[in-house]
C-alpha cells in the first residue's frame, strides 16, 4: 500500500473465519487509495463465538465499519442496534456502519446480484426466477430479489439444514413483499422443470460447481436452456461452471458470480465513505 497510515486513518475491516484469502483487503484498500480518502481495511480471523467481543473491541475504537463474513453474519444481525429489512428477513448481515457507537447492519450481497444482472442489460422487474439454493448466498439473492420487485420465485432446496431455515424467510416475503416466492424440493425433477419454463432467469445459489468440483451441475437436462433464458452462477471460481458452459452452448446469456462480489464491495463501500466504489479501476485490477 503506497498510502501513508497516521494517527488519523480510520479502520474498516473484515470480520469471519477463514478471512486470509479475501480479496475484500485489497479491492477496498485501492478504493480509499484511489480516492484519497484516509482508511485502512484489514481483516480478522474471528470465530462465531468471539463476535461479541469483536464488537465490541472495534466499538470502542472507533471503527467506521465493517464486513462480515461466515461464521458471524447471522450473529451480526443480533449484535446491531439497527438491522435493514434485508438483514431482518434474512437473519443475516455481512456490512455493519458505526455512527458513534450506533451499529447499523445490513447486507450487500442481494444488491450486488442485482446490480451484475443489470449490467448484463437485463431488467428483473416483474420478472420470474428460478432460484435453486437456501444457503446465505442463495437467502441474499431471494430476499433482495423479492424487494426489488420480482414478480415470483421459485425456491429450490434437498431437504437439509437450509429448508427448514427457508420456509420461515419465504413466509415473511410472502407476508411482507408483492412477489409471489415458493420453496420446493429440489429432488423432484417435474416441478423443477415447470418452474425454468415459466422463468426468464435461472439462478444457481449453491456451492455446486465450485472448486475443485468443477465437473458437476445441478441442471443436466439441456432441454431447459432456452434461448431467452438468462443463467446466473453464484460461484466465481471457477469464472465458468459446468451449468454455465451448458447454458452458453445452448445458447442463453450468463454470467457468473464475481460482478456480484465486485458490487456488494462496492455498495458496503458507499455505506461507510458515503463515496461511489471506483468500479472500474478494480475490476480492471483484481476481477
Ligand atoms: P452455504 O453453505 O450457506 O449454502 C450452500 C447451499 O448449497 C445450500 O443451499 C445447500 O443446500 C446447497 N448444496 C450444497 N451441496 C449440495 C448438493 N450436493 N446438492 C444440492 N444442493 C447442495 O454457502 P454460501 O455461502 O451460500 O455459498 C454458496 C456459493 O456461493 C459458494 O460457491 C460461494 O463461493 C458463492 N458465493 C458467492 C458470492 C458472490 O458474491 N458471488 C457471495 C457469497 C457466496
Redesign the pocket.
Known sequence: MSKQISGHTGLLCLLGSPVAHSISPAMHNKACELLDLDYAYLAFDVKEEEMADAIKALKLMNAKGWNVT?PGKNIMVELADEVSLASEISGSANTVVNENGKLYATTT?GI??MEAVKENDFDLSQKTMTL?????????ILVQAALSGLKEIHVF??K?G??QRALEIVEKLNKKTHCKVSLND?TDPEILKEAIKKSDILVN????G?APNEGIS?INDPSLFRKDLFVFD????PKETKLLRDAREAGCKTAN??T??LH?GAASFKLWTGKDFPVEEVRRLYF
Open positions: 461466515m450481497d450486488g446480484f435453486v439454493g437456501a444457503g446465505g448466498a442463495a437467502t441474499a432446496n434437498v437439509d437450509f429448508y429440489f445459489g449453491t456451492s455446486v465450485m445441478l453464484v460461484i466465481y471460481n458470480g464475481l456480484m462480489l456488494q
